[in-house]
């Protein structure tokens, strides 16, 4: 099963393009552009007074990139293979494969880009510090795992409800852009805002990876036993519903769509 999850991740990762390198390059791409538009926003609104005291492009990865890394792994598991698919009809394939090589493969690519621009930026930019990297990494896993969670629950759902499925997940994705707090700092807005972002998950998420990244920031208004338990609440009901789904799921529901 590990090996066919190993060869099943490299396909994924190898999928977006012929050539593996190019694919990475893409995915680097993609994140810079995202990085550029927030830096710009920032800068036009005037919210860089705002940011924690330190490094500012620490200050948005932590936000920025945590949120692509949920946002992505959320629509690369939504988007494998179901019970329905022609990959499943080889004996040794099933759903949780395909779930699983999803995930890895968004993992993957996230992580390595990370690394590409810190490293970079490290290099050619201004050399930075991380107060304590394996923590924050830790966040950037639970917003990874809370993704697969969200992920699996509308793997289960899009056999039964596909086209409110793919509505739910655009409204769930743009609905993160604010969501996420990714532009606020928790210690820094009021309750009545606060009390907006705090039911996500995401959100707490975000606010610990600062904690952990910045020296001079201390979250006091979010918990990552909070964001880890939603999420594994989140993956329980998913595999109920995708169990569940995998017994009753048939290609003849297609045929009238």
Known sequence: MCELIFHSTAHNIR????????????????????????????????LRRTAIRG????????GVFIYMTHVKTVSSVMGSDGPSSPMMKHAPMNTVIALASSALSTLYLQVLTLLLILFVYH???????????????????????????????????????????????????????????????ANQITPQM?????WNPLYHSIDQARGHTFINYNPHFSSLEYALSVAVALFCLGMIGEFYTRRHASLSWNARR
Not at 19 to 45: G, K, Q
Not at 126 to 138: L, T
Request: with cysteine; charged share 10%; proline share 4%.
């Open 15 to 46: 999928k977006s393009h012929n050539n593996a390198i190019l694919s990475i390059v893409n995915n680097l791409i993609r994140v810079a552009i995202m990085m550029a538009v927030f830096y710009a926003m920032f800068a036009i609104l005037g």
């Open 55 to 62: 490094d500012f492009l620490l200050f948005m990865l932590s």
């Open 123 to 185: 290099v050619a930019v201004r050399p930075f510090e991380i107060y304590e990297p394996a923590a924050a990494f830790a966040c950037i896993l639970t917003a990874w795992f809370y993704g697969i969670a969200v992920g699996v629950c509308f793997l289960a759902l899009k056999p039964w409800f596909p086209e409110f499925t793919g509505i739910a997940a655009q409204l769930y994705t743009r609905a993160n852009m604010i969501a996420s707090g990714k532009m606020f700092v």
């Open 194 to 198: 606060r009390n907006l972002f705090d």
